[in-house]
C-alpha cells in the first residue's frame, strides 16, 4: 500500500465545488428505494426577492444536518426544494426597477409587468438555488417546486373552489388593513404594530340645535370627516339625557346623532366616543349594529376622497391631519392637545404606517379549521421543539380572525372568478371561463385582485408532492416527518399548513416543528439590511469554507437560544476541519508498505477497543440528540470524540505501532486506525459533508460516497464501560502530571521520572499495569514505576486521584533552589491578594452597598487565592522536603 497524499493545508475552495458536482451527477440526494419508512422535509421556501442571509443559513444548515444523517440510516430521504413567488414584496422589487427606468407598472399593463416579474424571479431563483448548493444543501432537485408553477396554481384553485364550495370562502364589503404604499390589503397578520409618538387631539362637537357642546378625543382627528355617531355607554348616567339628540360634525356640515353602546368605556377619556364606521374595527362593529353610513374618506392611495370637504380632497394623511387641526382652531372647535404614545400598525414588508379601509374582499372562513388544527394538537399529533412554542400555536388558533386572501396585485395567483357582464352572475370556477353559464355571454370579467402568497404556501407540504391528484409521491412521502423553521412565521404559515392538510388530506403535514432561534450580531441585536450588520453566508464559505459555517451554526444552535456571532466565530468550525484535515493527512502519510488485513476482536488491545467504544457512545449521542432536536448536543458530541478522543489520545498511542519494526504489528495497526478514520468520516459527515467526502474517497479501505454510506450504529460488542472507567482513570493521572510538568516549568521534551502507586483494591490496577509504557509516553516519562506501594518519594511532589497517586520526581528535573525562590515569591504575592479580598469582604460598607454580583466575584477570587496558595505552600514542603 502506498502512502496517500492530501494537500498540505486545509484549502475548502479546492474540493467543495468539485464534490458537489459528483454528488449532482450521480443523483445522490434522490430517495433509494428501501423497505424503511421515508423520512421527508419540506423546505421552507425562501422568497424569490433577493440572496439568501444567515437566517438562512442556519435554517438550511440545520435541515441539511438531520436529512444527511437520515439519509445514512438507510431511509428513502426526501429534502424537496422550492421557492415562493412572494407577491407584496417582488411586485416592490420590480416596481422599484421600473421607477429608477422613469416608467410604472400602469404604463406597462399588467400582462407585460408579469413578464418582467418573471425575468426577476428567474434571475433570483438561480442565485438562490446556487446559494443552497454551496453550503452544501443535499436537496432533490429532480423534484424542485414553485408556488407559482402549473402544478401548485392548480392545487390553489382547487383549494380556492373547495371552500367556496363548502361555504368557507366568501367575499364581502368590510373592513381591511390597508396598506397604501403596497397598494393592497392585508390580513391581520401581516400588520406589525408599535408605539409611536402622537398627539391625543380634544374636539367640540356643537349640538344641532345651538345649545351647548360635547367634548370628544381622538388620535386621528382627519377620521372625523367620516364620523357618522358620537356613542356612550347604555350605564353612563351622566349622558343619558343626551341619547338621541344630534350634533353637528364640524367642517361638514352633517348632523349625527348620539347613540348607546356597551363597547364604550365610561371611564376613558370623557366618556363620549367619536364613531367612523369605515375607518376602524370597533367601530365597524358599532355601525353595523346600529346601521350607520360607512363613509369612506380615503382613495386606494391614502389620499383623502370625493367623500370629505372639497377643501381636504387628494390631501394625503398627514396634510390632511395638519389642515383639519388648523381649520378647527380657526373655527373654534379645537381645545387642545397633549402628547400621547400610541400603537399603530405598519405594512409587515414595506413599513407604511397601514390605514383601516373599507373595500370589497375574499375571505376564508378559519373557525372550524382552526379547531382541527387545535384538537390535532391536543391528540399530540403535532409536537414543537421547543415545547414553548406550543403557546402562540394554541392561542393564535383560539383567537382567530376571518382571513382576507385577496391582494390588489398584478403578480401572484389571479382570482378564479368571474363575473358576467350581460346578467351579473358571479362564476367560480377550476378552469379558466369563456362563456358565462347562466347566459352563455361571453362578456366576462375576471377578478382583478390575486390571492395572498401565504394561500399557495399553506398548501406546500402535500402540493409540492402532486396533490389534488393521488401520485405516487403523495402516497409514498406525505405526511412529511419534519419543519423546521423560524418563529415569526408560525401563525402565517406553520397553523395554516396544519390547518390546510388537515381539511384536505385528512393528516397533519408533519409530525416534529422545530423553531430555530434567531441569528443575532455579536452585541445581540437582529441582523438586518437597515442595520448594516448582516454576515453574507456565502462571505463566510469564501472565507472559511462551508463546512466550518455549518458546524459552527449547529455547534452554537442551542435549542430555544438565538445565536450571536461575527466572522471571527467560524473559526469555531475552521479549527475543527484543520483538525479533520491534518489528522488525516498523518494517517494518510504512514501507510507506506503496510498492507491491509482483517481484524478480529482478538487483535485489538486496550486503546483500540477503548476507541471503538468511545466511537459507538458518540453514535449513541448523536441519535439521541437528533430525537430531541437538540443540534448543539450531536456537533458537540462529535467534535469530542474526533478532537479529544481520536487525535489527543489515539494517534498518540497508535504512533508507536506506525513506527514499528514489525510489519505484523503496523498491518494491524494501519488497518485499525483507517477503519477509524473511515467510521469517523461517516460519523461526522452530517455536519462537514464536504470534508468528509474528500477524505473518505481517498481512503484506501473505502468504497463509494460517505454520503451514502451506513451512519456508524452503537455496536453492543464495541460497549465496554470498565475500560472506558480505566481510561478516564488514565487521562486523569496523565492531566495531572502534564499540569505539574507546567507548573514546574519543565521543559515538554525533557524526560521525567515518575512513580504511581495505588490502593489496595484499585479497580484499574491491572490496566494500568498492562499499559505502563503507553502512560509513560503519554507522560514523556523515561522511568515510571507502578505498584502498590513506593519506597522512595524523596524529591518527588505528588499528582493525586481518587485510589492513587503520581510521584514526580522533580527534583531531577529542575533548579531545586531556584524553584523554592519562584514559589516563596509567588507565596507571598497570592498572600497579599488574598488579604485584600479577605479585607474587603470584612467590610460592611462594601457588603451592603456592593452588588451581588460583585461580591460573588470577589469571594471566587478569594476561594481561587486560598486554593493557589496551599497549592503552592504544598509545593514548597515537597521541595524542601
Not at 387641526?325 to 387642545?336: A, M
Not at 462571505?539 to 463546512?547: L, R, T
Request: hydrophobic share 35%; charged share 25%; aromatic share 10%.
Amino acid at each position: 500500500m502506498k502512502r496517500v497524499e492530501l494537500a498540505k493545508a486545509y484549502n475548502p475552495k479546492e474540493f467543495e465545488d468539485p464534490i458537489y458536482e459528483q454528488w449532482e451527477e450521480h443523483k445522490l440526494f434522490a430517495p433509494r428505494e428501501s423497505d424503511k419508512d421515508p423520512y421527508v422535509i419540506v423546505i421552507p421556501p425562501p422568497n424569490v426577492t433577493g440572496v439568501l442571509h444567515m437566517g438562512h443559513g442556519l435554517n438550511n444548515s440545520l435541515q441539511d444536518i438531520v436529512i444527511r444523517y437520515q439519509r445514512m440510516q438507510g431511509r428513502p430521504t426526501l429534502w424537496l426544494p422550492g421557492t415562493d413567488h412572494a407577491g407584496i414584496a417582488t411586485q416592490n422589487v420590480v416596481d422599484r426597477m421600473l421607477r429608477a427606468k422613469g416608467i410604472n407598472r400602469h404604463e406597462l399593463g399588467r400582462e407585460r409587468f408579469v413578464e418582467e416579474t418573471w425575468k426577476v424571479k428567474e434571475t433570483h431563483q438561480r442565485t438562490i438555488i446556487n446559494q443552497l448548493k454551496r453550503i452544501g444543501s443535499s436537496c432533490d432537485w429532480s423534484r424542485e417546486r414553485f408556488t407559482l408553477d402549473e402544478g401548485l396554481s392548480r392545487a390553489v384553485r382547487e383549494v380556492f373552489v373547495s371552500l367556496y364550495e363548502r361555504g368557507l370562502v366568501y367575499q364581502g364589503n368590510y373592513l381591511v388593513n390597508w396598506c397604501t404604499s403596497c397598494g393592497t390589503a392585508l390580513s391581520d397578520d401581516e400588520v406589525e404594530h408599535r408605539d409611536v409618538p402622537g398627539s391625543i387631539y380634544r374636539i367640540r362637537y356643537p349640538f344641532a340645535d345651538g345649545e351647548g357642546s360635547i367634548e370628544i378625543a381622538t388620535t386621528r382627528p382627519e377620521t372625523m370627516l367620516g364620523d357618522t355617531a358620537v356613542a356612550v355607554h347604555p350605564e353612563d348616567e351622566r349622558y343619558a339625557h343626551l341619547v338621541g339628540r344630534e350634533v353637528t360634525l364640524p367642517l361638514t356640515g352633517r348632523t349625527i346623532p348620539i347613540i348607546q353602546d356597551e363597547y364604550v368605556s365610561m371611564e376613558f377619556g370623557t366618556g363620549m366616543v367619536k364613531i367612523t364606521p369605515a375607518h376602524d374595527p370597533n367601530d365597524w362593529e358599532i355601525g353595523k349594529r346600529h346601521g350607520l353610513d360607512q363613509i369612506n374618506i380615503l382613495n386606494p392611495d391614502g389620499t383623502l376622497s370625493d367623500e370629505v370637504p372639497e377643501a381636504y380632497r387628494g390631501m394625503d394623511v398627514p396634510a390632511g391631519r395638519k389642515a383639519v387641526v388648523h381649520d378647527l382652531k380657526e373655527l373654534g372647535y379645537f381645545i387642545d392637545a397633549k402628547q400621547h404614545d400610541h400603537q399603530v400598525g405598519h405594512c409587515y414588508r414595506c413599513d407604511t404606517v397601514i390605514e383601516p379601509y373599507l373595500s370589497d374582499q375574499w375571505f376564508v372562513r378559519m373557525e372550524s379549521m382552526a379547531a382541527k388544527a387545535l384538537k390535532a394538537w391536543e391528540d399530540d399529533k403535532i409536537k414543537f421543539y421547543p415545547k414553548r412554542w406550543e403557546n402562540t400555536y394554541t392561542h393564535w388558533l383560539r383567537n382567530i380572525r376571518d382571513w382576507c386572501i385577496s391582494r390588489q396585485l398584478w403578480w401572484g395567483h389571479r382570482i378564479p372568478v368571474w363575473y358576467c357582464r350581460s346578467c351579473g352572475k358571479t362564476i367560480v370556477s377550476r378552469e379558466d371561463v369563456t362563456a358565462c353559464d347562466g347566459c352563455s355571454s361571453s362578456d366576462l370579467r375576471q377578478d382583478e385582485d390575486v390571492l395572498d402568497t401565504w394561500f399557495s404556501s399553506w398548501l406546500w407540504p402535500f402540493s409540492t408532492l402532486g396533490w389534488p391528484d393521488d401520485t405516487e409521491d403523495l402516497k409514498r412521502f406525505f405526511p412529511t416527518n419534519t419543519l423546521v423553521t423560524g418563529y415569526d412565521i408560525i401563525f402565517f404559515w406553520v397553523a395554516r399548513m396544519i390547518m390546510a392538510s388537515l381539511e384536505f388530506t385528512g393528516e397533519v403535514p408533519f409530525r416534529d416543528i422545530y423553531i430555530t432561534g434567531l441569528v443575532r450580531d455579536i452585541t445581540g441585536k437582529k441582523m438586518s439590511k437597515s442595520s448594516g450588520n448582516g454576515i453574507d453566508p456565502l462571505e463566510v464559505v469564501d472565507s472559511y469554507g462551508a463546512d466550518a459555517m455549518r458546524f459552527t451554526l449547529s455547534f452554537m444552535a442551542a435549542q430555544g437560544q438565538d445565536i450571536l456571532i461575527d466572522m471571527d466565530s467560524f473559526k469555531l468550525g475552521s479549527r475543527f476541519c484543520n483538525k479533520i484535515w491534518n489528522a488525516a493527512r498523518f494517517i494518510l502519510m504512514n501507510l507506506e508498505s503496510a498492507e491491509l488485513v482483517d481484524i478480529h476482536q482478538d487483535d485489538l488491545n486496550d486503546m483500540d477497543r477503548w476507541i471503538y467504544h468511545r466511537l459507538g457512545e458518540a453514535s449513541k449521542q448523536v441519535e439521541q440528540a437528533f430525537t430531541s432536536f437538540r443540534y448543539n448536543d450531536a456537533s458537540q458530541a462529535v467534535y469530542e470524540f474526533f478532537w479529544n478522543d481520536v487525535c489527543d489520545w489515539y494517534i498518540e498511542t497508535v504512533k508507536a505501532s506506525l513506527y514499528s519494526s514489525s510489519s505484523a504489528e503496523r498491518n494491524r495497526a494501519v488497518s485499525i486506525i483507517l477503519d477509524v478514520l473511515a467510521q469517523s468520516m461517516r460519523l461526522l459527515h452530517p455536519f462537514v459533508p464536504f470534508i468528509t467526502e474528500e477524505i473518505y474517497q481517498k481512503l484506501p479501505n473505502t468504497t463509494g460516497y460517505v454520503v451514502q454510506a451506513p451512519y456508524p450504529a452503537h455496536n453492543p460488542q464495541w460497549h465496554n464501560p470498565k475500560l472506558a472507567a480505566d481510561m478516564e482513570k488514565l487521562q486523569e493521572a496523565v492531566r495531572g502530571v502534564r499540569t505539574l510538568r507546567s507548573e514546574f516549568t519543565i521543559a515538554p521534551e525533557k524526560k521525567i521520572r515518575a512513580a504511581l502507586r495505588y490502593d489496595q483494591g484499585f479497580p484499574s490496577a491491572d490496566f494500568f499495569q498492562a499499559n505502563r509504557d503507553r502512560i509513560a509516553a503519554f507522560m514523556h516519562a523515561d522511568d515510571l514505576t507502578i505498584a502498590g506501594d513506593i519506597a522512595d518519594t524523596a524529591g518527588s511532589v505528588p499528582v493525586s486521584g481518587l485510589g492513587y497517586e503520581v510521584f514526580v520526581y522533580v527534583r531531577d528535573s529542575i533548579d531545586v533552589d531556584k524553584e523554592i525562590a519562584k514559589l516563596e515569591k509567588e507565596h507571598k504575592q497570592l498572600a497579599g491578594q488574598f488579604q485584600g479580598v479577605e479585607k474587603k469582604l470584612s467590610n460592611d460598607a462594601f457588603l451592603n452597598k456592593a452588588p451581588q454580583e460583585v461580591i460573588k466575584k470577589e469571594e471566587g477570587k478569594r476561594q481561587e487565592f486560598a486554593e493557589r496558595i496551599e497549592k503552592v505552600s504544598r509545593y514548597l514542603r515537597d521541595l524542601k522536603g
